[in-house]
């Protein structure tokens, strides 16, 4: 489960002000979910709450470049392809609330993190699995190498920007510091970040199809 990710210390007042868009985000996700499907299913219970609990310690192991420029694989697209939109920003949303009681991340950045660090790339990740189910030939290597493997890079690129232009906004640092210190460091990060998502769907698909919300045989693997 694969993905980088970028924490900074941010003015508290622009960070909560990101707390209700991601709010209603989650209630419209809770919303639409069919939770009577959900609740008959102990499997799909277990794989839920086990990938929210697997991105807690992948979240602990950061690295930081620059005081408050940290990076850590995030995993947000496999869990995505795992779990499917909804549930996803669920047990990412949940995630996140463990990583920060256990104060590994302030409780003031929480808004960014949320909004910034988990729903915008876990929707843009299963954005680009529509987008290659609807569009390109169903099969299972267009499913691993594109909608795993290049959607993982896609995604983190797109995290990485988003936190630099926020972390600008709010007066964290300037656009030049977040240039040399953290976007220029992107290009080293894609590739691990793919190859850690491609490596995790490969084996979910071959070992546990059944596992993956996204994945269904007739498309890929019949008559192909």
């Known amino acids: 489960m694969a993905i980088l990710s970028v924490v900074a210390p941010i003015k508290p007042e622009r960070s909560l002000s ?3 868009p991601s709010m209603l985000v989650l209630l419209l996700a809770a919303w639409n979910l069919d939770w009577r499907a959900w609740l008959a299913d102990k499997t799909r219970q277990h794989l839920s709450f086990g990938a929210a609990i697997a991105l807690v310690p992948l ?3 950061q690295a930081g470049v620059k005081d408050g420029l940290e990076v850590h694989f995030l995993g947000l697209t496999t869990m995505v392809l795992m779990l499917g939109w909804r549930m996803g920003v669920l047990m990412g949303t949940l ?4 990583i920060t009681l256990f104060g590994f991340e302030p409780w003031p950045d929480f808004g960014a993190n949320w909004l910034l660090g988990v729903i915008v790339p876990l929707s843009f990740s299963y954005f680009v699995f529509l987008l290659t189910y609807s569009y390109l030939y169903r099969h299972l290597f267009v499913y691993i190498f594109v909608a795993g493997f290049f959607n993982a890079a896609l995604t983190i690129a797109l995290k990485m920007l988003t936190f630099a232009g926020y972390m ?3 007066g964290q640092y300037s656009w030049q510091v977040v240039m040399d210190n953290y976007v220029g460091i992107m290009p080293l990060l894609l590739f691990p970040e793919a190859l850690l998502n ?3 769907i490969t084996l979910l698909v071959v070992f546990k199809p059944r ?3 996204t994945f269904f045989d007739r498309d890929y693997l019949i008559n192909k």
């Open 18 to 20: 990101l707390i209700l």
């Open 95 to 98: 995630s996140l609330l463990l």
């Open 198 to 200: 491609g490596m995790a």
């Open 211 to 213: 596992w993956m919300n």
């Open 168 to 170: 600008v906004w709010s």
């Open 59 to 61: 979240w602990m192991l």
